[in-house]
Structures are given as C-alpha cells and as structure tokens.
C-alpha cells in the first residue's frame, strides 16, 4: 500500500489561547474540567489557524485578552468570547466535547496545564491538521519555556509573537520545528542586533529537519523500542481487548549528514525476500517521522532516513494481537457483619523467569466510605488514598514466574452504598526493561556517511502498560 500525504484543504480556521477553569498538571488533551460553585479560575487560552486570540480569564463569568494574533481576519475578534460561556455550559450538562459551535463558528480545542488552546473556522476545515498543529505549538513553546502556562505567556509575548509569524502563515502551518526555530529565534529579546537576518538553509533545503555543519567528537545512535500493552479483562477472566502500541525513539549524536538504514524483522520485508514468518512481527499502523523516505519503504520495506539532531521519534505501529496478560490479577472481596469489608489481591508476574517487572502499582478501587485501613503484603508496600477511594500497592522488582499477596482490612459503615457505586476496574502500572511483548527487534542500523567515520548503535527494548485493567465481580 503506498503512503502518501494528505493534501491541505485551503479553509484554514483560527488560532486563541486561554486560561484553563481548573490547573489540572501538565499534559495536553480534551479533558474536562470543574469549577466549583461561585469558585474562581485562572488559565489561558491561544488561537491558531487562522486568527488568533489569546484570553486570560479572571472570574467565572468574565475573561480577558491575553495575548492575540490575527492571521486572516476571517472570524470576528469578538467571536472567540462566547467560547468559555459554551464551554462551561455543555460542561454542566455533561456534553463537553473537543469541538464546540456558536452559530456558524466553531472552536477547536485543547487544554495544556492552565492553558485553552483553541482554533477557531466558520468552514469544513481540516480538523485533523488543527488539532496535530494545536499539539505541535504546545511543543514548541514547551521547548521553548520549559514549561508552558499563563506566566510563561506573559513574561515572552515578543518571542511568542515571532514563533506565532514562523508556525503560521495566512492560516497555513509553516515551519514547525523547534530545532530549526531555535536557529533563528532567541530567547535574547532584549538584544538588539543589525545587519541582515540570516535564516537557516535547513528552512529552504529538501532536508528541513536537520541543520549542516554538526560536528561530534564520538558518534553514537542510541534506540530505544518501547512498547506499551493495552488490555482490558472481563470479571469472569477473558480477554475483552488486547493490543500492544509501539514507538522507536533514537537519539542521534552523529557529524555531518549521516543516512540511516534501520532493519527489522518485519513479516512482509521477510516474505519478500523468501525468508518466511519464522521470527517476524506483522507491523499494523505503521507511521513515520517525516524523515524517512515513503517510496523505499512501500518499494522494498527498507527504512532508510537522514535523521533529525537530538531525541526524536522514529516511527510508530500497532499489533491487533491477543496478549497474554503480563501480570495477573486475583481479587476476593467478603463483607463481615455489614461493618467492615476485607480485600485479598493476587498478583502473578506471567513473563518469562530472567525478566522483572520494575515499578509495579496495582490501583485497587474500594467503598468511598471506607475507613480504618490496615493493610499486609508479601512483598512491597500499601498505602490508602482516600481521595481517589484506592489502595496502591507498590511492588519495586517483580520477577517473572512470582506470585505475591496483599490483604487489606478496611472499615464499612454502610456496605449497600457499595453496591450502588459499582466497582471501578484494578488498574496496573509496570515496566519491564530487555522486554518486547511482539517480539520486534532490531536486525541492523547503518550509518553511512561521506566522511567514513565509525559509529556505534545501542539498542535498549521496553515494554511498560499502557491502558491496562482488570474488572472485579
């Protein structure tokens, strides 16, 4: 099948930024959030694609401009007002979703920290491409600031301005690498140099992503394979969705301008050349960094990059395939006397003996009126969190083939309210290092280069849980 680019729709919307009703942490996504009643919010919230706003809002039913840039003119300023109104709105009515319509606009958004980032259009835009270049400005300014929220908004409107003229141009997305932003937009705002500007090479060359002249006095590749397991397993024990996610991530310290060959045991470049299925791993999903070259990949599957400088992702795929879960769970619930309920959890590590699960937390939900925990393990630790209504057991090395037991003694006031919540799903949380649950790896990486130099490759595998839960009956 040949990978091709989507082309982009000319309906380009706009970009606002805005403070968030609740500071929730770091992360971007379309999270909701709640304001308590007659309570305060601070955060802020940027516009993109198109023009843009940027509004700090002060009180629950006032906000006010942060920071703005028009880019087409197309939208009314006055528009992106009714977005915290609407927002809060379809809130209290339990209807939140990432695209919210006030007449014949409609805002686009995401939520970073303290922060709304929003794009706003009055035509069938591409919201794929907003919501990638929404995320892709977090990135930036991420990079940039080191963290992004209203302060940082405030103390850099000059740079933010310049990287808001560099990310966008008359609503289309334009050079969005912060590596090659760096080049020429600094954070020495108070400098004032003369001459002519000098923009990079890399803006105009056919290799965007990397800049000319790098130099290191050891080249190295380091990749890591990271793996990460989603399953989620019925009350009566059977396997409701299993699927395992995968990224390669490289760190690149290479001179000059290296090309990249990585291999694989992938299936279909096995059964090209007549090797057969023994070994290899049928890749689902595959997507690439912009680096790698799309036509050699769909001619002979080779995978062969010049890469960018520094940490970045390679590729990324997708196994549809049944995984034996990693680490079992067992639990038991019996009630006593309708005043105190007791908890037996069973783990058991179903990997291969010469593994270890690192980090191991087993989230167990219990009564949200339960009180007086006592709690015994036969490795690792315990701790109560009432304010989630879960006990977190804390395994620090799990070994493959083990079995490990904790009991928890709690005491119920009323035992039928437990029966009115339901029970949320155990939830766990591991890492296992030296580990892929496909059975990917990595065949060779060459490096080529004009110059000749000797360059060494590592390669590390993880495999850690992604969204991984078990139901209790």
């Not at 809130?91 to 805002?107: D, I, N, S």
């Not at 997305?173 to 000098?198: A, F």
């Not at 010049?306 to 995984?323: A, C, H, K, W």
Request: with cysteine.
């Amino acid at each position: 099948m040949a990978l091709k680019a989507q082309p982009l729709r000319r309906d380009p919307p706009r970009l606002a930024v805005f403070p968030a009703l609740q500071n929730t942490g770091c992360g971007t996504g379309f999270s909701q959030t709640a304001v308590e009643p007659g309570g305060h919010r601070r955060g802020t919230a940027v516009t993109g694609t198109g023009e843009g706003v940027v509004w700090a809002c002060q009180t629950r039913h006032s906000a006010k401009p942060l920071i703005s840039r028009n880019y087409k003119g197309d939208v009314g300023l006055g528009e992106i007002e009714h977005f915290m109104g609407l927002l809060l709105q379809r809130e209290e009515e339990g209807a939140l979703t990432p695209l919210l319509t006030h007449g014949k606009v409609h805002f686009l958004w995401i939520k970073h920290a303290n922060l709304y980032l929003v794009a706003t259009t009055k035509k069938n835009g591409n919201a794929s491409l907003v919501y990638s270049f929404l995320y892709k400005v977090v990135e930036v300014f991420c990079e940039y600031f080191k963290e992004l929220e209203e302060e940082s908004i405030r103390d850099n409107f000059v740079i933010i301005y310049e990287l808001l003229d560099e990310l966008m141009d008359f609503g289309f997305p334009q050079t969005t690498d912060s590596k090659i932003l760096q080049e020429y937009i600094t954070q020495e705002g108070n400098k004032l140099e003369t001459g002519k500007s000098r923009v990079p090479t890399t803006v105009t060359n056919a290799v965007s992503w990397r800049s000319e002249g790098i130099k290191y006095k050891k080249n190295e590749v380091f990749i890591d394979v990271i793996e990460s397991v989603n399953l989620l397993v019925s009350a009566n024990g059977s396997v409701l969705l299993s699927e395992v996610v995968g990224t390669i991530k490289l760190k690149v310290f290479l001179s000059g301008m290296p090309e990249l060959r990585l291999g694989l045991n992938d299936r279909v470049l096995f059964e090209l050349t007549g090797r057969g299925k023994n070994k290899s791993v049928e890749l689902e999903d595959v997507k690439f960094h912009q680096c790698v070259r799309l036509s050699r990949f769909d001619n002979d599957r080779t995978i062969s990059f010049i890469p960018p400088d520094g940490d970045f992702e390679l590729m990324s795929y997708r196994l549809n395939t049944q995984v034996k879960p990693l680490i079992w769970i067992e639990s038991v619930i019996e009630k006593f006397s309708h005043s105190r309920v007791e908890i037996m959890v069973k783990a058991k590590g179903q990997f291969k003996k010469q593994s270890v699960a690192n980090g191991v937390e087993i989230a167990v939900p219990v009564p949200s009126d339960a009180d007086s925990p006592k709690f015994k393990t036969s490795v690792g630790s315990a701790r109560y969190l009432p304010e989630r209504n879960l006990v977190i057991w804390t395994i620090k090395s799990f070994p493959g083939g083990k079995e490990h037991l904790m009991r928890a003694h709690f005491g119920l006031p009323s035992v039928e309210k437990e029966e009115e919540e339901g029970r949320p799903p155990i939830s766990v949380r591991f890492e296992i290092p030296y580990f892929t649950v496909s059975g990917i790896q990595v065949r060779y990486m060459k490096i080529i280069e004009k110059s000749g130099y000797q360059a060494l490759p590592w390669v590390r595998y993880i495999t850690q849980s992604g969204d991984y839960q078990l139901r209790t009956s």
